[in-house]
């Protein structure tokens, strides 16, 4: 990579040092005078100065001598950084997925001039990833909004329930996008098997995938394991409740007194025949959760798991990130895929 904008070169070697130690990307600086082996394949970034405050990015596809020149203000900050080079090498903001109108309804009434940022790019790959609300790109629920109360992307696993578009509806996901600062599982995903992918023929299962670094061993999302993420990666002890968990509608307590993991079941559940969970915390006993069916037949339910840390995952991909309870109101609803 090559730095003309030296008013960020701090922020973006940190951000190009965080990509690094995080995936399996290398990035060495151009100096001047020194030559540059290019005895492999590999991408030149190049950071420029851009005289607005407009930044603009060019997507990078890997492959030999692919040049790309990112555009940076002299006041831009590091995380913005960090996600223009992201955008550069690939990633996308979730909601601009060619899919998203499965995962988010746009809130268009509360979109205060910056329309094109909402509109899909109908040519994106995802590369086998789902839509991940953790994703390191997802932006704040409430972007660009004229009225900041409302949302302008909201999930549809909560919004067909409270069918309004309050921001304090979806506080499991504001919380889970105001506190991620990393990559997730999929981000990882993505950028290994676009920059290093195995070779390997061997298909990993629930969401797993190899890269050229670790050809023969799947990488697994959490939950999973094994050499090809086939093993579903219950952990607890005598303590925790069973395996799988059949939902009525009466109302069943569960107690968790340790780290516990477990898969919520309905009777009868079939493609065609849908089911809604209420779940409710004790506010005297925060390791109870109370679980029952609810009756509304256009709420699609299929099944919860609940992993370490009080995550929910409730979508197809099991690399999608998971939601914490940690914070939440005392009673919600979530609606899966």
């Given amino acids: 990579f090559n730095i003309t904008n030296n008013t960020v070169k701090d922020d973006i070697r940190r951000a190009l040092y965080f990509i690094g130690n995080e995936t399996c ?7 001047s005078g020194v030559v540059v082996d290019t005895d492999y394949t590999y991408t030149k970034l190049t ?21 790309t020149t990112i555009y940076l203000s002299t006041n ?36 205060k001039g910056h329309n094109k940022f909402f509109e899909k790019k109908s040519d994106y790959d995802p590369g086998g990833t789902g839509y991940d609300f953790g994703s390191i790109m997802h932006v704040p629920l409430n972007k660009y ?11 549809l696993s909560m919004e067909a329930i409270y069918r309004n578009f309050s921001y304090h509806n979806f506080s499991l996901y504001n919380k889970l996008i105001s506190e991620t ?38 990488v697994c999302p959490e939950g999973f394991k094994g050499t090809y993420c086939s093993e579903f990666n219950k952990f607890g002890d005598s303590s925790c409740p069973k ?23 309905g009777t009868g559940l079939t493609e ?13 006993q925060s390791n109870v959760i109370k679980i029952r069916e609810q009756s509304n037949s256009d709420l699609i339910k299929k099944s919860e798991i609940l992993y370490e840390n009080g995550l ?3 979508y197809k991909d099991p690399g999608s990130s998971g939601l914490s309870l940690t914070n939440s109101s005392n009673e919600f609803c979530l609606r899966t895929q």
């Fill in 181 to 218: 600062k990393t990559f997730s599982f999929n981000d990882k995903k993505y950028l290994s098997l676009k920059f290093c992918p195995s070779n390997s023929t061997h298909e990993c299962k629930y969401g797993g995938y190899r890269t050229s670094l670790q050809p023969y061993t799947c």
């Fill in 243 to 265: 395996g799988i968990l059949e939902a009525t509608s009466e109302i069943k307590n569960i107690t968790i007194k340790n780290n516990c993991s477990f898969v919520f079941s």
């Fill in 47 to 67: 950071f420029s100065p851009f005289p607005s405050h407009v930044n603009i990015t060019y997507n990078v596809r890997s492959g030999v001598n692919k040049l």
């Fill in 145 to 155: 909004a004229k009225n900041d109360s409302q949302v302008t992307l909201a999930p």
């Fill in 76 to 111: 831009e900050k590091y995380f913005d950084i960090l996600q223009w080079i992201l955008e550069a090498l690939g990633l996308i903001h979730p909601h601009q997925r060619p899919d998203r109108d499965d995962y988010v309804k746009v809130n268009y009434n509360n979109i």
């Fill in 272 to 284: 065609s025949n849908n089911l809604t969970l209420r779940f409710e915390l004790d506010k005297n």
């Fill in 25 to 31: 990307l290398t990035f060495k600086e151009a100096i």
């Fill in 312 to 314: 929910f995952k409730i």
